[in-house]
């Protein structure tokens, strides 16, 4: 069923993905005033790493809208004059009309390599790449090289790689959401190469002569050990210098003041229980601390406002603790996940 009428060429590109936007039944809406006039919002692809969303200039509402509508959503485009007119249907029992003059297309990309998620218990230190770099291969997908740099680029096919990809940072199994590919192999190899771990270059020589579900469980599970510590930090680093080239997301003042406040007092926490360093990195004896947030877009989350810290606590007895060392599997090393 089209979802979406009254398109034509002579409308501006915009239109285009405010179609797909019905045809995968996400529309959701906010308006917001900018200089005494209303402006409607309309998230098109948002995720840690980037917000892109229309924006609906000097917008007119009649009707109302259901944010919590689960049901089928469809539109009427048409033009009337100077004015855009947009009729959404939510199901049968709720139709409203948006009044616009100009439509345009917002992409933000943000900093990520702070983000933290722990749905899943255990080789956190791994959960946590794969959910960023699947958040960079996300973005890649829906706009391309436009919303992507080069150092992003050099390592987004590692989520091609099946056994990094084993390590799902949501309770379901990634299998079959990202393609298992020769350049997945090829970016992990070059990582590994990197790292000086020529063990693990056997095994992924011996993956690409033998690609089955065994060797794959196989190669992740020696992704956990403590010899491949040098590896992590590679991609990590990558990871971390690729994030940098973006500023970090920007609220209004007082949700600004609530993140510094937060982020302060980790800190006086931290040095009250003896940690050296700075944030979001802290360190004393056997023990590292690696700070993590949580963030709302800064659109139509804002309201309801939601900014979590959670820590990455390390312990590693054998050798000085690096950054999350404990996650891997060894004598003397242990890893948790702490909410402050």
Not at 267 to 295: M, N, R, W
Request: hydrophobic residues 35%.
């Amino acid at each position: 069923m089209k979802r979406f009428y009254g398109l034509n060429e002579a409308m501006p590109k915009e239109f285009q993905m405010l179609e797909e936007i019905f045809e995968y039944q996400v529309f959701e809406l906010q308006i917001g005033q900018k200089n005494g006039k209303n402006y409607g919002y309309i998230p098109y692809m948002m995720n840690d790493a980037l917000e892109c969303y229309l924006v609906l200039k000097e917008i007119k509402q009649v009707g109302e809208y259901v944010p919590s509508w689960e049901g089928e959503m469809w539109a009427e485009i048409d033009q009337k004059e100077n004015q855009y007119v947009l009729i959404v249907h939510q199901g049968e029992e709720h139709v409203f009309t948006l009044w616009f003059y100009e439509i345009e297309e917002k992409c933000e990309c943000y900093q990520y390599h702070s983000i933290g998620h722990f749905w899943v218990k255990g080789q956190e230190q791994w959960r946590q790449l794969v959910y960023i770099i699947g958040t960079i291969y996300e973005k890649y997908e829906y706009l391309g090289m436009k919303v992507c740099n080069q150092e992003e680029m050099q390592i987004l096919s590692l989520i091609e790689f099946a056994p990094f990809c084993y390590w799902s940072p949501i309770r379901e199994s990634l299998e079959g959401k990202y393609p298992k590919t020769y350049e997945g192999i090829n970016c992990m190899d070059q990582m590994a190469k990197e790292a000086g771990d020529y063990k693990y270059r056997i095994l992924i020589w011996l993956y690409r002569k033998l690609p089955f579900r065994w060797m794959e469980k196989f190669l992740a599970q020696r992704l956990t050990v403590a010899s491949r510590e040098n590896l992590y930090q590679v991609i990590w680093n990558k990871v971390e210098r690729a994030s940098s080239f973006y500023k970090t997301r920007n609220y209004p003042p007082d949700l600004n003041e609530k993140i510094s406040k937060c982020r302060k007092k980790t800190d006086q926490i931290l040095k009250e229980e003896g940690f050296s360093g700075k944030y979001p990195a802290y360190h004393k004896k056997y023990c590292y601390v690696q700070v993590t947030e949580e963030h709302p877009f800064t659109i139509l989350e804002s309201k309801d406002f939601n900014f979590k810290i959670q820590c990455m606590v390390s312990e590693c007895k054998q050798k000085k603790v690096k950054r999350n060392s404990g996650f891997f599997h060894g004598l003397g090393r242990k890893g948790w996940i702490r909410t402050i």
